[in-house]
């Protein structure tokens, strides 16, 4: 009441200052619809250390209140790998190489369409974001040059998802260290600081950049994922994480590029953090936490053998050189490559293919002006000539290797090095700088710690690095679903298993059945979050990506509407989830953009649980009844804990406009251009109109993206540890097990998150709630819960809060559990179109009539 009151006051002094202004003035005040404002700069404020949201207690994460938080979030968005200004997706070749002069104002989404996106991933249930922004955001005119307009739209945007609730972590995101190598990351210019010339990464296949590939819409499916194995990848990341080691005549401006590389990448993260403390709102408010660099590679370091592929690159597609046949590629030579490609047992050689880049160099030449960018690059190294052959590995006068083993040792030593002794070494020195810079700015901030994907972690546990404010944050794909594009519901295999040398030979590791399956995603998830606590020490474990791809079967979803493939792929993702332990996950990913011609704009993929092709789920205020809240009659015995809801979900005149939203209202495919082919070279930029197949099937059917799989319940709050918890989908019932250390505070009940999409409150009585013991109620609340004002009095006297569905639950102490049952439904989801009509046969039903038998191959 005391919020209200100053907020009321504060806009009655707002609205008297805007008067006596306009009498000043001679003007009339200004009369417009009420809508939303948009915050303006803050002036900078001395504030004393905030008090965090969210802190790490052992291996859990704790509120304020004491409760355990279980991390139920998604990344936001995949849009930020790609420029706004220009437009840059990554199939687009006019105005690539032009990277110093561009903007990404406007990534993830405007600020203006920040209020929509955030208020749709809050009624999906999520709680976190995990924020992705790059180097070349910061820093893409050239070193030391800041986009401070950018910087400032952040923080705008932050500001807005602070309204709304969410716990969010930063992460400085790359994908094969830059889009100039095939990815996402650094600006172009640490290209030519590594002496490498981006134009002809393309001839040279010293990367396969979808920009330049020459059909963009047959870019081979993840093939930019081989960029790791490849010459640019290859070098970059050695010279960032073991430059003075390996590359010792690399220096630039008096330090080793190492030095260069990693001083520059944290100043530009540390100065974007410095901003959002200087912001004086958003620290522990809303950005609770930080992670280093996102999925990073040894590079060459520790390959034992340079002429043959290591033992553990387990993904070979297309094209697949040896790091010594890279080196060739590299410095204009002609070599016969091998030709992989992924079939159902995985990776099988395909061939091979001679790459004549016919004398083109990937390494800048002799003449290149090295004054572009204000550097001094040290007379030792010289240009026009590969660096490593520079440091003795090989002849360009006889073209033979010298020393294959360049690499396998740790220089100065007798150490052999192996991806654990990278990771234990030069990724903690690197880890070690991270963390110091964040704690200058944030000393509280929580600490997600991403060692290299799916290698052991770092061997910290008990030392001096074992931070109790630190996060294991692996990332987990099934890589048989994201390669092949498609959800094979006979076989998968322990990939992981197989990794750890769990099995006698790989055939052992092939799981037969969906349920094999299931149980095998969810023992994966499992081992690698005990391989954190038995190496890192007790930390909580969140797999911050996680996901499937969308465009299954070819693009079958998008043809028909049946998003089967793709529910039972989520669904399975979430079962080992929910299975596993884990403290949480923020799923891959959110895009703005995305849609079912160019899926996620980015070399591809497409991940996105959103599409602009796509029917948003019916998550209006439809679903609330009259009466928002249904509670157990005798809040005492659990034999009386039956959920009585009201069946009517009432439309009055009042709600009629906030429940014909435009959201809700969108019943077929989206008829904007986004569905049809951008233009590559086409100098205006705008959409090409010619129309392809696809496009024309897209008006044929749009459904919901296999919502029914994502939006799911899940413990918001918990007051004790949880043991156990988990959404049967096929049957919709959602239980959670706990135990309390003592009697439930009445300020502070564990908290569920209860989907209208699963459980309605208009369900005539088929929604249950059966628990041990105490009080519970559900009610729809607004979860608006941020610091920031929200305009009030809308024309139909309103707000634009957005309302969720909770189970509020007082419990005693000692185990305690609740069991949830939901509406079993014929469509996957509400099972009612836009209008409310019953449609055909989906997910739910379909999975019913599966054969309950295995499958042999």
Known sequence: MVIVHLRQTRRLVASRLSAHLARLTGSSPRKSKPRRRLRKRRPLVN???????????????????????????????????????????????????????????????????AHIHFARLKKFGYNTIRYIFTWEAIEHAGPDKYDEEWIQ??????????????????????????????????????????????RAFDVTEAAIVHNLYPQPENFPKMIWTTNYTRLVCQTVWTLFFAGRDFAPRAIIDGKNIQDYLQEHFLSACGHLARRIHEAGDLEGRVVVGWENINEPNRGLVGYQDLTAIPKEQKLQKGTSPTAWQAMLLGSGRACEVETWDFGGMGPFKSGSVLVDPAGTMAWLPKDYDDSRYGWKRDPGWRLGECLWAQHGVWDPASDEILRKDYFAKRPGTDDTVTYEYFTNHWFMDYWRRHSRMVKS??????????PPVLEIPPSIKGGPDDDPNMVFSPHYYDGVTLITKKWNRIWNVD??????????????????????????????????????????GNHPCVFTEIGIPYDMDDKYAYKTGDYTSQALAMDANHFAIEGSLINGFTLWAYVAGNNHYWGDNWNGEDLSIFSRDDRPPPLSSAFLSANPSRTSLDPASPSYSQSHLSESASISPSTLKRTLTAENMTAS?????????????????????????????????????????????????????????????????????????????????????????????????RVSVEVSGGKWVVESVEVNEGEGEREEGGEDGGSDAVVVQKLRWWHAEGDQWVKVKGVVRKLGGAGVDAEGEEVEEGYLEQCQQLPRGCGVM
Not at 81 to 98: C, I, N, R, W
Not at 155 to 174: N, S
Not at 743 to 756: I, K, M, Q, S, W
């Open 669 to 765: 495919a989206s008829s904007s251009n986004s569905a049809v082919p951008r233009a590559i070279n086409g100098a205006s930029g705008t959409p090409a109109q010619a129309q392809t197949p696809l496009s024309q099937s897209l008006i044929l059917k749009a459904g919901f993206r296999a919502a029914e799989a994502y939006i799911r319940p899940t413990p918001i709050a918990t007051h004790g540890d949880v043991t156990a918890y988990g959404f049967d989908l096929r049957n919709c019932t959602f239980t959670l097990n706990l135990v309390a250390p003592s009697a439930t505070p009445d300020g502070a009940p564990t908290e569920v998150f209860l989907p209208e999409w699963h459980f309605p409150p208009s369900s005539g009585g």
């Open 47 to 113: 504030m004393a250390p905030p008090v965090m949201r969210l802190r790490v207690d052992g291996t859990r994460f704790r509120d304020q209140q004491g409760r355990e938080v279980t991390i139920h979030g998604i990344n936001v968005a995949g849009d930020a790998k790609l420029p706004a200004h220009p437009d840059m997706p990554s199939h687009v070749t006019e105005g690539f190489f032009d990277g110093d002069d561009i903007s990404f104002v406007g990534r993830p989404f405007t600020v203006d369409d």
């Open 153 to 198: 739209h952040t923080i705008e945007v932050l500001r807005v998802a602070k309204d709304y609730g969410f716990y969010i972590f930063m992460d400085p995101h790359q994908d094969v260290w830059s889009r100039f190598s095939g990815g996402s990351g650094a600006p172009m210019w640490t290209l030519y600081a590594c002496g490498l010339n981006p």
């Open 495 to 536: 990939v992981f298993g197989i990794l750890r040398g769990k099995y006698l030979t790989p055939a052992f590791a092939v799981k037969i059945g969906e349920t094999a399956i299931r149980n095998c995603l969810r023992d994966q998830l499992s081992a690698i979050r005990q391989e954190g606590l038995d190496y890192m």
């Open 441 to 450: 700015v944030f000393p509280d901030a929580i600490m997600f710690c991403e």
